[in-house]
T-cell receptor
Framework: AQSVTQLDSQVPVFEEAPVELRCNYSSSVSVYLFWYVQYPNQGLQLLLKYLSGSTLVKGINGFEAEFNKSQTSFHLRKPSVHISDTAEYFCAVSERNAGNMLTFGGGTRLMVKP | GAVVSQHPSWVICKSGTSVKIECRSLDFQATTMFWYRQFPKQSLMLMATSNEGSKATYEQGVEKDKFLINHASLTLSTLTVTSAHPEDSSFYIC????????????FGPGTRLTVT
């Protein structure tokens, strides 16, 4: 069975500062990895995904993430955050050939302060 | 990209009544849809997997008689919360699998259910 751990429940950061949201996963097979963003009272929007190939993945809104197989991590980064990036961020994993079942981490609330 | 809608976006009902939530894939046919539940400040928990034309597969601990799922067409799945109680109040989110890229799910905007 797969599991996802987001180490920080909240990350406060000042506007224009860099940020990293951490995600570690556990699985016995190869996985697909995803980061989603959720704004208040809304559904999930896909930020980026890792399927295969280059371990550095670029997504929307200036976010990127790096897949590290040896450390089973998929940390999300942005070099300079904006107030509008304040939201909940979810890391998710899906085992290949497992019916596309997503397992979500607990979420990290990014709070960007002026 | 693919669009998934939910209706209603929010609903208030009295305890003991039933509520139906619709999930539609607007520009693609989804043979598989998923229903999630999200409590405040918590992550999404998968409730069930809905397959068109067959019975839904429920996750452990989810009461199938309370949360009725119907996937009658390739673009519509419904979740009916029967005999709702205040503890059923939650944010319900559906997603649909992209048939051309089976690893991808598209999420609806969610439905806020409040049971009084």
């Amino acid at each position: 069975a797969q599991s996802v751990t987001q180490l920080d429940s909240q990350v406060p950061v000042f506007e224009e500062a860099p940020v990293e949201l951490r995600c570690n996963y556990s699985s016995s097979v190869s996985v697909y990895l995803f980061w989603y963003v959720q704004y208040p009272n809304q559904g999930l929007q896909l930020l980026l995904k890792y399927l295969s190939g280059s371990t550095l993945v670029k997504g929307i809104n200036g976010f990127e993430a790096e897949f590290n197989k040896s450390q089973t991590s998929f940390h999300l980064r942005k070099p300079s955050v904006h107030i509008s990036d304040t939201a909940e961020y979810f890391c998710a994993v899906s085992e290949r050939n497992a019916g596309n079942m997503l397992t979500f981490g607990g979420g990290t609330r990014l709070m960007v302060k002026p | 990209g693919a669009v998934v809608s939910q209706h209603p976006s929010w609903v208030i009902c009295k305890s003991g009544t039933s509520v139906k939530i619709e999930c539609r894939s607007l520009d693609f046919q989804a043979t598989t849809m998923f229903w999630y539940r999200q409590f405040p400040k918590q992550s999404l928990m998968l409730m069930a997997t809905s397959n068109e034309g067959s019975k839904a597969t429920y996750e452990q601990g989810v009461e199938k008689d309370k949360f009725l799922i119907n996937h009658a067409s390739l673009t519509l799945s419904t979740l009916t919360v029967t005999s709702a109680h205040p503890e059923d109040s939650s944010f319900y989110i559906c997603s649909a699998r992209d048939p051309s890229a089976s690893y991808e799910q598209y999420f609806g905007p969610g439905t806020r259910l409040t049971v009084t």
